[in-house]
């Protein structure tokens, strides 16, 4: 596998969050869009699956029917998830100059569809590169979290589990496995960061990173 997008091959940045279930991407993604709008940055946060409209019927899908989902019919929605927000929504910001920060991108799907559901990692990819017309994030930030920990945290938070959450332990630790395989396979887009530490002290983390990109 090759080293990511130089960034700045388009106007804005585009930077994603990834990790397992419970792993507070969603906590990371507030605290840097909070601190690049008091810089005067425009920023658009958005996720997948869900980011769009049509992304928001998908995600009802993938995350909520009752039955049966076919593995690769769902490496195939999340693909169709991602085909349209990246057309809608991400490019069109990254072409305004925008910084984008995305809740979850293609590194999900590598991990969840092809080493979870082991449809195989390659395959997966190159569905989600076709699906994006290969555009990558220019960072990745991993939030690395043991998935008993993990899971420990979604008990917590008292919310009935997802399709995937209620996948079994072996599932999750071969998903985190692949995400730490992926970001060693490219750690020039890659920012590996242990989960566990405390939220202010990640997003100083992310913050450093962020501003070296940006110059
Ligand atoms: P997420 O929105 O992070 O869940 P929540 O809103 O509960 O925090 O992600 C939804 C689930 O979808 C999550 O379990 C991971 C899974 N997923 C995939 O399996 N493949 C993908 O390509 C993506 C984007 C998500």
Redesign the pocket.
Known sequence: MTDAAVPGSHAGLFITLEG???AG??TQAVLLEKWLTDAGRRVVRT????GTEVGRLI?DI??HHRGEVAARA??LL??A??AHHVEAVVRPALERGDVVIQ???????????GA??VLGTDEVRRL?MWATGDLLPDLTVLLDLDPSVARGR?DADD?PF????A?RESFHAR?REEFLALAAAEPGRFLVLDATRRPEELSAAVQQRVSALLG
Do not use: I
């Not at 809740?103 to 569809?113: F, W």
């Open positions: 397992g279930d419970g991407k969603t996720r997948e699956p869900g995600r993938v995350l769902e490496a999340y693909a998830d991602r809740d979850r991108y293609l590194d999900s799907s590598v991990a969840y569809q979870g559901r989600s979604l919310k997802d399709r995937l959450e996948e998903v």
